[in-house]
């Protein structure tokens, strides 16, 4: 390795949603920027996907991909602890490889240390190798808003946060709902809730944010972070950079899969593709009413189809992507035969980047994962918002109200299972009626400003972080 590089260490948690967003940013440091970065990526055994998104990244002298296994938790955290406790204990638990790989770049020892904010544990070992430390937020600036101010909301506010009629002030920022709160502030009485409330603060003690938006995506929540005085003595008066988008692109492949076949004899813009990520489940019920919705709007549909798992909207997260044929006894009777030739039903996983590019197809409905969310405005293409989890219902609220890029249901689909009418009317919205053109339009406008971010308010935002890092050392 040059010694004039800046050499830099990502740490990843667990989860496509963490792991994709840092191995898209090391892949940008290094071929944008020049510098030198090696990821620790700690994943676990029951994600294939994990193991297939490593091995599509190119490694080379200035890019590496370690990857350590994930502690074992099952003596410490009950198996139907929430996501959020089981990220923050693994991480805490696999600290100790964390330092055992840093100690091993006796030479090359990385200048800088940036987590993703379930890695906030392996702030010590930064500590004591004197590397600089970033925190990585791979979601957008209003949920870091939220997410740094809720240990001060956890003084302020008396109950439980779903049960309040007002919403919460986040200083400068767009007020969030209790509706749209995230999972671990769901119940206070979780394990969960005291993980995320140590999780806000110590992403705080770092040298500064990184984070997943752009300058004119977010204009009030990044002028609050930056500039709010409440907010920004929150943050302690650290440097918010912008490096976004960081989403995956589509390329060319020299093999079309069948789903890319399909799409290639459908109209433009005629076709709706519906994914819940690589992590999010619905139930058997809510499967077969979005089955009748999808055959009652008698749109043109490709359907990332995953077996209901009873372990709630977050069910697949551990173990995402298999390969299963898809039950019919899913669908509604005849379902099948009666869409054959309307629309494709993939197992598990398809090739997302890919279908969101294609030019037949002209809305997603979605999880509103901030990756997801991020490729399908990256595509340009409208959204029917289905959130799930984590901090999707705020990302919908975003789509639907702030950049009107989006359609949604009338409840959340968390709350109730969304009826085969109501289905039926946001398809047909989206993709028939002059709203949807409008939304349509706000979704191309959208994708050129995302387009114009990276090499121009992200790409200037990056490079003044590596020149802050430079002045450190």
Known sequence: ???????????????????????????????????????????????????????????NNHLSVIQIPAADISSIVAPDAKIVTQLCVMMKETVPSIRSVISAMDQHRPHVLIGDIFAYESWVVAEEFGMQKFVFVTS????????????????????????????FEIPGCRHVSPDDVVDPMMDRADDSYRAYLDQAVRVTLTDGMLINTWE???????????????????????????????????????????????LEKQP?????????????????????????????????????????????SDGSYFSQMGGTPVPPDYFPDGFMTRTQKLGFLVSSWAPQVEIL????????????????????????VPMIVWPL???????????????EVAVGPAVLPTKKVVGREEIEKMIRVLMESRKGKTIRDNAK???????????????ISIRKFIE???SRI
């Open 1 to 59: 390795m040059a010694t004039n590089k800046l050499h830099i260490a990502i740490v990843s948690s667990p989860g496509i949603g963490h792991l994709s967003p840092v191995l898209l940013l090391a892949d940008r440091l290094v071929n944008n920027h020049n510098l030198h970065v090696t990821v620790i990526a700690v994943t676990t055994s029951t994600s294939a996907a994990q193991s297939q998104l490593i091995s599509s990244i190119t490694t």
């Open 140 to 167: 957008n600036a209003w949920f870091t808003g939220l997410f740094v101010y809720s240990p001060v909301l956890d003084k302020k506010v008396v109950g439980q946060y779903v049960d309040q009629t007002q919403g």
């Open 216 to 262: 004119d995506l977010e204009p009030q929540s990044l002028d609050a972070l930056r500039n709010n005085d409440i907010l920004r003595s929150v943050v302690n008066n650290k440097p918010v950079y912008t490096v976004g988008p960081i989403s995956r692109r589509s390329e060319p492949v020299d093999v079309k899969s069948g789903v890319i076949e399909w």
């Open 268 to 312: 433009e813009n005629s076709v709706l593709y519906v994914s819940f990520g690589s992590g999010g489940t619905i139930s058997h019920e809510q499967t077969k009413e979005l089955a009748w919705g999808l055959e009652m709007s008698q749109q043109r549909f490709v359907w990332v189809v995953k077996p209901p798992t009873g372990k709630g």
């Open 357 to 380: 590019n294609h030019k037949s197809v002209g809305g997603f409905l979605t999880h509103c994962g901030w990756n997801s969310t991020l490729e399908s405005i990256t595509s340009g």
């Open 389 to 403: 989890y984590a901090e999707q219902r705020m990302n919908a609220t975003m789509l639907t109200d702030e950049l």
């Open 445 to 459: 406008m959208l994708q050129e400003s995302s387009d114009k971010a990276i090499k121009g308010s992200s790409g």
């Open 468 to 470: 802050d890092c430079w």
